[in-house]
């Protein structure tokens, strides 16, 4: 049954028009040693490994490379290239991460305009560095506003309250916020709290990590567990998830199974590092014929 409903997701899919909308973040992992602390000052000492700097496209392209592999027709309107770059220091001996620096040139933002009704699903991604704020659309499009630790407590939900949406994707810490409240076991109850509050959306996707997602749409309230994998990183795989909560949201996958193929594409998602590959229609049935 579930490679059934896999295979008419996949022939499903394949007829959607769907627009992408929100930052690109160029991912850049600089492999190095540590070398220890200075000894004038507090400050780590690191070595470059190697020349060989690893340059990935993060953030709405990361979605747009998971939805093109599936859909008929996809479009991406996002910021330059290089105008937001994410830089990690990355150990040579176990890939763990150092440092992060980040480069921001928000002068290079030029306004988008969009149409929900010229497409079949539209996807704001809002990673919060500002894009948003270039960005003009009207009501019915899917929404996923990311807090991260540059815009902690500033990127919240209700910023988009004024728009009716047919769906949003939070995750637990994005919850919490959302209704100044931290959520530590997500019920019922709390899922129909942050559904009520200021979203104005048809359907709530919530991922909770290890412990799975949940699906409502105000009344039913459906339960998801994730898949274990031998994961490489776990970056990427919320946004891969709402990728493909979005297209089985679109195509009117039944509310009981609406978790199992977004929950199976986050989990092949861990597998590789960050946004080094994407989800294709022959790695979600190869995955799917190894954890289903």
């Known amino acids: 049954m579930s490679l059934k ?18 930052e690109t973040i160029i991912d850049e992992f600089v492999t190095v040693y540590y070398e220890g602390h200075s000894m004038k000052s507090f400050c780590p000492v690191f070595r470059e ?7 990935q496209r993060g953030g709405s392209s990361a979605i747009y490379n998971h939805i093109k592999a599936f859909a008929g027709h996809v479009d991406l309107f996002t ?11 990355v150990d040579a001996h176990d890939g763990k991460k150092h440092v992060e620096y980040n480069k921001f040139h928000k002068d290079d933002f030029e306004p ?24 003009t659309i009207n009501d019915g499009f899917y929404l996923m506003s990311q807090t991260n630790s540059n815009n902690f407590g500033f990127n919240r939900l209700s910023k988009w309250k004024n728009y009716k949406k047919r769906g949003v994707c939070v995750d637990l810490r994005e919850a919490s916020l959302q209704i100044n409240r931290k959520i530590s076991q997500c019920t019922d109850k709390d899922v129909r709290e942050i559904f009520d ?24 309230i459906y339960r998801h567990q994730s898949f274990k994998t ?7 795989a919320g946004d891969t998830f709402y990728s ?16 199992l193929i ?8 861990t597998t590789w590092l960050c946004n080094e590959q994407s989800v294709t229609p022959e790695k979600l049935i190869e995955h799917a014929n190894r954890y289903l």
Do not use: W
């Open 197 to 220: 509050y200021e979203l104005q959306t048809e359907s709530l996707f919530v991922t909770l990590g290890a412990e799975g997602s949940i699906y409502t749409n105000g009344k039913e």
């Open 49 to 55: 490994a190697d020349r060989n700097i690893v340059r």
């Open 5 to 22: 409903l896999i295979e008419e997701f996949i022939e499903k899919t394949s007829k959607l028009k769907i627009a992408v909308v929100g």
């Open 112 to 135: 988008i305009k969009i149409d929900c009704n010229d497409y079949d699903a539209v996807i704001v991604a809002d990673f919060g560095h500002g894009l948003s704020d270039f960005i």
């Open 262 to 269: 977004p929950s199976l594409s986050a989990s092949l998602s």
């Open 79 to 89: 910021n330059p290239e290089d105008s937001i770059i994410k830089t990690r220091l």
């Open 244 to 259: 493909f909560a979005v297209l089985a949201d679109t195509i009117c996958i039944p509310n009981d199974n609406k978790l």
């Open 230 to 236: 031998q994961i490489v990183d776990t970056i990427g």
